[in-house]
């Protein structure tokens, strides 16, 4: 699948890590963003290595597993990798303040969900 910069922009929009980010930042990041399609089964990550970057699921779903045991699956809309956003490796979140803390909100959202009991 080829998506057009709107479409890449559109998708990026509707994710909630990126929450908060304006209009043209987010233009920014789908025109840096790169689009990968991986087959059926395909590790993108595997544990223990070096990040390669963040991932937005545009389609289909991807499984999450540690130690073997799955954690999670994820589906469009969802991310993956954002933590070798923040941990020093050149990304284009780092470029502007209010992506970094749009990012870092979806992390703390992430992790208060995973750790905390759910708020009535």
């Not at 990041?29 to 089964?41: G, H, K, L, Q």
């Not at 991932?55 to 969802?78: K, M, P, Q, S, Y």
């Not at 780092?94 to 009535?120: C, D, K, M, V, Y």
């Amino acid at each position: 699948m080829t998506l057009t910069q709107d479409r890449r922009t559109e998708l990026l929009g509707g994710c909630p890590l990126f929450g908060g980010v304006r209009p043209e930042d987010l233009a920014a990041i789908a025109e840096r963003a790169i689009e990968v399609d991986f087959p059926t089964d395909h590790v993108i990550a595997r544990q223990g290595e070096i990040g390669t970057g963040l991932f937005v699921v545009i389609e289909g779903t991807v499984r999450v597993v540690r130690d073997g045991e799955e954690l999670a699956r994820l589906g469009v809309g969802d991310f993956f990798g954002e933590m070798s956003v923040i941990d020093g490796l050149p990304r284009v979140a780092q470029e502007n303040p209010t992506i970094g803390l749009a990012i870092l909100r979806g992390l703390s959202a992430r992790l208060r969900a995973r750790t905390e009991p759910p708020q009535h």
